[in-house]
C-alpha cells in the first residue's frame, strides 16, 4: 500500500516535468525581428540600439533570434548602412569590452539587410525565415515587424505581411507602429480601420515613445505604491493644478514637410502630453499591472475630459519657421504658415475627483531650454505663525508642496521622481530606482534640490529599448490601443478644427523670448499674459483686434441692433442680460429668463458664469425656449448644454431650473403624455401673466426661431403657449415655446453669429411679417422690447 501522500506527490512531479518541457520549449523559441525603415532617423538613433539591448537581455534565456533590416534603398547600400550603424552599438556600463564586443559580434552576424517591397519579396523572406527554423532545428515563436516608415506605407506593408509573411499556427504576429496615427479623429478612424482589416488588435503595438521613459512609466507603480499618502490628497481638495510640460530649444528645421502638416498639437500634445495627462489623472485601477484594468480607466479619463473651446489654447510660432517652410517646400514669398510650434492648453476633467483643477499642457519648439516634466502642485492651506528663518525645511508646511516626474534633460539632466519632504517620503521599487542627493546650489521649480526627496533610476535606459522589450513580453499597457486612439482625437479634433484660422503669437526663439510666451488663465481661458504691443515680424495675418472697433448701434426689423465683434457682443449681451436680471429682482424679486439652445449662447453661457458674480442667481428662474426630444443627458439636448456651460458653474437653486419635460414615462414627446401642456401649466403657474422677463432667441439660417420651422405652422399663433413640432434636422422631434407666448415676453434679444447667418440676416431686413415662411420674422413682443444682437460676420459679411 503506497503512503496516501504519494500519489499527489507523483501528479506534482509530472506536473512539474511537463512545465519544465513546456518551458523548454519556449525556451527554444525562435524570434524574427524585421524593422522596416531600418535605414532611417529614427532606426539610426534609437531602434538598432533598441534591438541590440533585446538581445542582451534575452539571449542568454533560449530564445533565437533573427533580425532582419529593411528599406527601399538597394541591397549594396542598405547593407553599407546597417555595418555602420550596427558597428556603433554600445553595450551598457556593466558589461565588460571583450563580452560587449562577442555579443556585438554575434548580433551583427544575425542582422543582416534586405530589401523588401513587393508581395514576392515578402513571400521570400517568410521562406527564408521558415527555412532557416527548420534546418537549425527551432520552432517559431513570432515575428515582430516594426513599421518605421511614413503612414502612407503602412496600407501596402501590412497587406504583404498579412497575405504572405504571417508566421505558422502557434506563433504570434505582433506589428510596430509609429506616430503620426491619422491628423484627426476621421482619417484615424480611416487608418484604424484600415490597418484592422490586416491586422487584429492583440497584434499591433502603436508606439507613444514617451510612455517607455523612465519618468513616465513610473507614475501609475507610484501612485500604487504611495496609495497610503496619496489617496487622500490626489484631489480637488489638495491638488491646486498640474502642469504637463515639454520644451524643446530644436527647432523644425528640416522636417518642415512633416512639421507644416502636424503642429505642435498634433505632434506633442495629442499624443505624449495627452497619455500622460491621463496616467495622472484616471482612477488607479486595484490591478495597475492590469493593461486592460489601466485602458478600461485611461477611457474614463477622456470620457470625462470637458471639451476645449478656442479660448482654452494661446498658440505661438517661432520667428524663422515660416522662411524655413518657404525654402523647404518652395513656397512664394508671400507665404506665412499658421502652424503653431508652441501651445498651452487648459484642460479640466468633469468628475468628482477633479473638478475646478487647471490641467495646463504646453509644447513648444524653439524655447529657452529642453526639458520634460509633469508636476502636481498641492494647495498650501497652513500658516506659519514663525517667521521663516525658523522654518525646517522638512517639517515646514508653509513651503510648497509638489511631486514631479522629472521627464528629463532640464537642470537635473536624467530622469527623476521629487516629492516635497514636507509631504511625504516616497516608496520606489529599490531595484530600479535610488534616493539620490541633489547637487548643492540646484534649484527646481523655486525651491533648492534640498527640498525634496529625489530618486532616479539605477540605469537610465532609453525609452525605445524599454519598449522593445515591453513588445517582445507582450506587456501591451505600454502601448496605444485603437480605442485609446481614438479618444484622444474625439478630445482633440474639435479645437483643431476652430484653430484653423488663428494667427498664432510670433516669438523670437530661445532666450530671447523672455516672457512672451507666459501665459495665464482665469476660469475656462487661458490668455498670454503680456500684451502683444508690436509683431517682431509682420505676422502671418494682421488682423484687427475687435477692440480696434465701437460697438455698431443701429436698427435692424424697426428695433435697436446692437453689432460688434464676437467678443465684445457677448459681453454686451452678458451685461445687459445681468442689468434686466437686477431690476427685475428688485421689482418683482424674481427674473424669469428663458434660453434656447444651440451653438452661439454657449460664449454667452461662459460668460455668465465666469465673470458675473453681481448676477442675481438665486432668485433666477431659468426656462428653456426649446429643446430636441432626447434625453437631458443627452448630448444634443439644449438642456445639456445650458448644464455643461452654466448650470454648474453657478448657484441656481434647483427649484428654479425648469427644463422641457421631453422624456416622460421612458419615451420621448409622446403626445399622449401631454409634456406641452405639462410646461405650459407651469410657466403658467409661476410666471405672472406668462410673460418671461426676458427670452433669449436665435436665428437659423432658414430663418426659424425657438423650434418653429417654415412651412410647419403649429405654434405660429393661437392659444397655445407651448408645443410639439418637427425640424427638418435631426433630432426631428421638438418641443418649443410658441410665438405667441414669445410675443408676451418683456424683452426679447435675439443672437445671431458668424458668416453663415449672413445671407438669412439680409433676407430677414427686408421682409414684413411672415412668420409661415420665416418663423422670426413673426417675432414681435406685444408690449416688451426686441434687441437684435449681431456680430459683425452675420450682419455685415
Ligand atoms: C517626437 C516629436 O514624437 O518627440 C518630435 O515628433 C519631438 O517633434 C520628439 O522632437 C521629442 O522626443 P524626446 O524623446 O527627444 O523628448
Known sequence: MKHPGFWKM????????????????????????????????????????????????????????????SALTTTEKGQEFMAKVLESLSCPKDVALPR?????????????????????????????????????????????????????????????????????PGAWLRVVLEKPFGHDLLSAQQLATELGSFFQEEEMYRVDHYLGKQAVAQILPFRDQNRKFLDGLWNRHHVERVEIIMKETVDAEGRTSFYEKYGVIRDILQNHLTEILTLVAMELPHNVSSWEAVLLHKLQAFQALRGLQKGSAVLGQYQAY????????????????????????????????????????????????????????????????QSEKHWVTDQSQCLPCQIIFYIGHGELGSPAVLVSRNLFRPSLPSKSWKEVEGQPGLRLFGR??????????????????????HIFHRRKGSFITTENLLASWVFWTPLLDS??????????????????????????QLSFSQQQLEQLVPGPGSVPKP???????????????????????????????????????????????????????????????????????????????????????????????????????????????????????????????????????????????????????????????????PQSPTGLDGEQLVVLTKSPFRPYDRMSLSLPLINRAR??????????????????????????????????????????????????G
Not at 353 to 372: C, H
Not at 450 to 465: G, I, L
Not at 573 to 581: G, M, P, R, W, Y
Open 322 to 385: 515660416s522662411k524655413q517652410v518657404r525654402r523647404e517646400l518652395q513656397k512664394p514669398d508671400s507665404f506665412h504658415s499658421l502652424t503653431p510650434t508652441f501651445a498651452g492648453i487648459l484642460a479640466h476633467m468633469d468628475n468628482l475627483r477633479w473638478e475646478g483643477v487647471p490641467f495646463i499642457l504646453m509644447s513648444g519648439k524653439a524655447l529657452d531650454e529642453r526639458v520634460g516634466y509633469v508636476r502636481i502642485l498641492f494647495k498650501n492651506r497652513a500658516y506659519c505663525a
Open 547 to 709: 477692440s480696434d472697433f465701437q460697438v455698431l448701434r443701429a436698427k435692424y426689423r424697426e428695433s435697436p441692433l446692437i453689432s460688434a465683434w464676437p467678443e465684445e457682443l457677448i459681453a454686451k449681451l452678458a451685461n445687459d442680460i445681468e442689468a434686466t436680471a437686477v431690476q427685475a429682482v428688485r421689482r418683482f424679486g424674481k427674473f424669469h429668463l428663458a434660453l434656447s439652445g444651440g451653438s452661439s449662447p454657449i460664449d454667452l453661457f461662459q460668460q455668465l458664469a465666469m465673470g458675473h458674480y453681481g448676477f442675481p442667481w438665486a432668485h433666477t428662474h431659468l426656462w428653456l425656449v426649446d429643446e430636441r426630444c432626447v434625453p437631458l443627458w443627452d448630448p444634443e439636448s439644449n438642456f445639456q448644454g445650458l448644464q455643461a456651460h452654466l448650470l454648474q458653474h453657478v448657484r441656481v437653486p434647483y427649484y428654479n431650473i425648469h427644463p422641457m419635460p421631453v422624456h416622460l414615462h421612458q419615451r420621448l414627446c409622446a403626445e399622449e403624455d401631454q409634456g406641452a401642456q405639462t410646461y405650459a401649466e407651469e410657466i403658467s403657474a409661476l410666471v405672472t401673466n406668462s410673460s418671461f422677463d426676458l427670452v433669449l432667441l436665435g436665428m437659423g439660417p432658414d430663418g426659424h426661431t425657438a423650434s418653429l420651422f
Open 499 to 524: 484653430l484653423v484660422h488663428e494667427v498664432p503669437r510670433i516669438y523670437p526663439g530661445g532666450a530671447e523670448n523672455g516672457h512672451l510666451l507666459d501665459f495665464e488663465f482665469s476660469g475656462n
Open 10 to 69: 507523483l501528479t506534482v512531479a509530472v506536473c512539474m516535468a511537463l512545465l519544465g518541457c513546456l518551458q523548454a520549449q519556449e525556451h527554444q523559441g525562435h524570434v524574427s525581428i524585421i524593422l522596416l525603415g531600418a535605414t532611417g532617423d529614427l532606426a539610426k538613433k534609437y531602434l538598432w540600439q533598441g534591438l541590440f539591448q533585446l538581445y542582451l537581455d534575452e539571449a542568454g534565456k533560449g530564445h533565437s533570434f533573427s533580425f532582419h533590416g
Open 747 to 796: 424683452k426679447v434679444a435675439v443672437l445671431v453669429m458668424g458668416r453663415m447667418k449672413r445671407e438669412i440676416t439680409t433676407l430677414v431686413s427686408r421682409v414684413g411679417y411672415e412668420p409661415k415662411k420665416w418663423p422670426i420674422s413673426g417675432v414681435l413682443p406685444a408690449s416688451g422690447q426686441l434687441v437684435w444682437y449681431m456680430d459683425y460676420e452675420a450682419f455685415l
Open 100 to 168: 560587449c564586443a562577442e555579443l556585438k559580434d554575434q548580433f551583427q552576424q544575425l542582422s543582416q539587410y534586405r530589401h523588401l517591397k513587393t508581395s514576392e519579396d515578402y513571400l521570400a523572406l517568410n521562406k527564408d525565415i521558415e527555412a532557416r527554423v527548420q534546418r537549425e532545428g527551432l520552432w517559431e515563436a513570432g515575428r515582430i515587424f516594426y513599421f518605421s516608415v511614413p503612414p502612407f506605407a503602412y496600407a501596402d506593408i501590412a497587406r504583404n505581411i498579412n497575405s504572405s509573411c504571417r508566421p505558422g
Open 448 to 469: 533648492p534640490l534640498s527640498d525634496y526627496y529625489v530618486y532616479s533610476p539605477v540605469r537610465e535606459q532609453d525609452a525605445y529599448s524599454i519598449l522593445i522589450s
